[in-house]
């Protein structure tokens, strides 16, 4: 149950009049859960219980209502993303295209990340960035087990990559630090950060981020904007402030449906009642299932110059020993797989595959570029969690799919014997329900186990 302070209420009673009582009784309400299923992944369906029934929500084709177990097999392939549903609208309004170049500015845990991805099938580049290291640390974990192929994760400032990526990408998403005041719901404690003047000195660090933000969209690209807030001074008067500040950006109208769930944006709560600003969405939990959100999408005029951005001069840079260890790897352990030997990197002792498209930068923190194929031992080619969650599992020649009492058992970090198996010694794909979980390698009638140890649980 949130306890709202009374300058709270106040306000919005100012501001929404007879809208309020509804307003602040949806307060007393439970907050609604969701989660958008994976379809990176090659196996779709979920493992029998509660949630292989889960309805649709609302605003995002792959997205679902209920909650998810962190510890179950669909959550540990990566083929359900936990999301409330109103949070599943920003990536439906950024919508990025296979093959674009895609921003994701303030991107940690990875919500919006992972969304993206879905609609990006692994194709063009999608950069997310966090500006605290150890939030950065976990969206590049989030990034990995939902197998995105196509993502450099790094944690850098929003001033740092202005500078070196100007008129760069197709879209940039700003989902910006705010009061989060429609978070209330979901985590009570949020509550006690509030005060009247947070929306205001939360929208001079929301200004700062979209002065960064403008300079990396090309013309003719889209940036995004959103919160959890219902505050105006960091929903429609930012954008206000930056339609004004930045005249080459105009608001791009936000489609909302029939069904009355997405209203529009409220240009009576700025200074000038700028219509335009109807264009942009708000959410609100008395109307819709989810909890307060605001979008708008702004459009970056046509121009006929830009700055160029140098492509990445990356060659993979290995002896003839690691090659022919990657390449036994690969004659042994997969199937089909065909890719560009050109976007192969090898920094130390790793091999990854470059998303394309990679530009030059310099000095930037990066946490994980494009997929992590694996690691050079002596004498020979070790596979990375990474890849376990990016292969579907017919691109690898030896599978096992764990039962119940061994998917406990591998999580654990165990060894898994076995009686009876056709497998042959070498590497094998280790699937729950059907998806990849992490890598084993059969032995002597056992699989050694290869579940990363920062990862294991017990059940
Ligand atoms: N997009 C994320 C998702 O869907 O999982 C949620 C992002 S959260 C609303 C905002 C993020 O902005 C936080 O991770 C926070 O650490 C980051 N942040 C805080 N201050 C920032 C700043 N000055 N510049 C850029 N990002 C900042």
Redesign the pocket.
């Known amino acids: 149950m949130v306890t709202l302070p009374q300058s709270f209420i106040d306000k919005y009673q100012d501001l929404l009049g007879d809208q309020a009582p509804a307003f602040l009784a949806s307060f007393n309400d439970q907050a609604e859960r969701g989660f958008r299923l994976n379809p990176l992944k090659a196996q779709q369906k979920l493992a029998a219980g509660d949630l292989a029934q889960a309805p649709k929500a609302p605003y995002s084709q792959w997205g679902r209502l209920g909650g998810v177990k962190g510890h179950s097999a669909d959550h540990v392939s990566g083929l359900v993303y936990s ?1 409330e549903p109103s ?1 599943q609208l ?1 990536g439906t309004v950024v919508a990025p295209k296979p093959g674009e170049k895609v921003l ?10 992972t969304h993206l991805a879905s609609f990006m099938q692994g194709r063009g580049l999608l950069w997310t960035n ?3 290291p150890n ?1 950065a640390k976990i969206l590049s974990e989030n990034v990995e087990r939902f197998g995105i192929t196509n993502a450099v994760v790094s944690s850098a ?2 001033d740092q990559l202005a500078e070196q990526l100007p008129d760069f990408f197709d879209r940039v998403l700003v ?4 009061s989060g005041e429609g978070m209330f719901r979901k985590d009570p404690d949020a509550v006690q950060y509030w005060n009247p003047d947070y929306p205001l000195e939360c929208s001079l ?1 929301q200004k ?2 979209m002065a960064a933000a403008v300079k990396m969209v090309r013309p003719g690209g889209y940036l995004i904007y959103s919160t ?1 807030t219902f505050a105006p001074e960091e929903d429609e008067q930012v954008i206000d402030w930056l339609v004004k500040t930045y005249p080459d950006f105009e608001i791009d109208a936000i489609q909302k449906g029939t069904d009355g769930l997405i209203s529009n944006g409220r240009p009576e709560w700025t200074a000038d009642n700028n219509s335009d600003l109807a264009k942009t969405a708000r959410l609100w939990p008395q109307q819709g299932a989810g909890e307060g959100h605001f979008v708008a999408r702004l459009k970056r005029r046509e121009e006929e110059q830009s700055a160029t951005v140098k492509p990445a001069q990356e060659k993979v840079q290995w002896t003839a020993q690691e090659k022919a260890d990657w390449q036994t790897f690969v004659e042994e352990t997969l199937t089909d797989v065909s890719w560009d030997t050109k976007r192969l990197v090898c920094q130390g002792d790793r091999l990854m595959l470059a998303p394309a498209e990679l530009p030059a930068t310099k000095h930037i923190k990066i946490l994980r570029l494009g997929l992590v194929l694996g690691r050079f031992k002596k004498g020979r080619f070790e596979p990375d969690h990474a890849l376990a969650l990016a292969l579907h599992p017919d691109q690898v020649q030896q599978r096992f799919a764990l039962n119940a009492a061994q998917f406990a058992q591998y999580v654990h970090g165990d060894v898994i014997n076995l009686s009876d198996t056709k497998l042959k010694k070498g590497w094998v794909l280790v699937l729950a329900n059907g998806n990849g979980i992490g890598w084993a390698k059969y032995v002597n009638g056992q699989l050694k186990n290869f579940y990363p140890k920062g990862l294991r649980f017990g059940l």
């Open positions: 999301q949070a920003v994701d500015l303030a991107a940690a845990p990875g919500g919006k990340t966090e500006i605290f939030r400032t929003p989902d910006a630090p705010c660090r700062e981020i959890c």
